[in-house]
């Protein structure tokens, strides 16, 4: 590694960190930020280039021999990057990596066979996308697609809550949700709005198609009449005990899990 010691805070090589006191400026800069040594090590075996590594002194000496060769690390004294993130940096090490350009639906999933799809239409709240994509990971999904005015699949937040799964899984982002209906329907998925209605069909009578897209609506409101009447079908999980809901991601492990009991 090429290993640099830095002294001051004013050091302009810093600058990609000062960033990180922000609330996610890194979506605009084409850039996103890991930390921690567990996803920071995911970020070395990602696909992802790595542009700089920050780590304390008190953190390399057990982390360095991970390091790839070649990669830069700044290194500084715990307090001046306490100093610098706005923080406690407890964590002892944090990178910077370059985004790469959102794929596209028709490039992200298999062109035929069992496909399984997650579809947030505005999921604000970054620990439910986080929880989100690592759920997708987990019951096999080939693709996320987080629709317009979702949470940012790569802000650090969301990062550490889905354990950096996301780092080896498509993430489609940026399309209009009613868009990303129409288009999963064009790649023979049927999609299946998740919802909470005495109409929609019950989850545990539902045999789902070996190609599905599960659609996912805001933390709040749900999915919008607009999106859940574009659906193919309309699903809802039977409660006891009078509970209205469940959290998203919640549903979203059930949803899952009752597919893949099926394929």
């Known amino acids: 590694m090429n290993r640099i010691r830095i002294e001051s805070i004013d ?39 790595v542009q700089t590594v920050l780590a304390s002194t008190q953190k390399l000496g057990n982390f360095a021999d991970r390091i790839p060769d070649g990669t830069t690390v700044l290194e500084v004294d715990r307090d001046l990057a306490t100093q610098l993130v706005g923080y406690s940096f407890h964590l002892g090490v944090v990178a910077v990596a370059a985004r790469k350009p959102s794929p596209t639906l028709a490039d992200a999933v298999p062109p035929d066979g069992a496909s399984l799809v997650l579809l947030a239409e505005h999921m604000i709240d970054q620990q439910n996308v986080g929880l989100l994509i690592r759920i997708a990971s987990a019951f096999g999904a080939d693709a996320v697609v987080l629709g317009a005015g979702s949470a940012d699949g790569f802000s650090r937040r969301v990062l550490r809550v889905s354990t950096g799964n996301g780092l080896f899984m498509p993430i489609v982002e940026g399309a209009a949700a009613g868009q990303a209906v129409d288009d999963l ?66 549903a979203a492990g059930i949803f899952c899990h009752s597919y893949r009991s099926q394929h």
């Open 185 to 250: 329907k064009s790649l023979n998925y049927t999609c299946c709005a998740t919802v909470l209605t005495s109409s929609a069909t019950e989850l545990a009578n539902y045999s789902f198609p070996a190609r599905t897209a599960l659609v996912f609506g805001n933390e709040t409101h749900g999915l919008t009449a607009e999106i859940a009447g574009s659906c193919d079908e309309r699903l809802t999980i039977s409660m006891h005990n009078d509970t209205d809901s469940v959290n998203v991601a919640i």
């Open 11 to 49: 050091d302009p090589r810093l600058d990609a960190f000062r960033s990180m006191k922000k609330s996610n400026s890194t979506r605009s800069q084409d850039t996103f930020i890991a930390e921690g040594t567990t996803l920071v090590e995911r970020l070395f075996r990602s696909p992802y280039e």
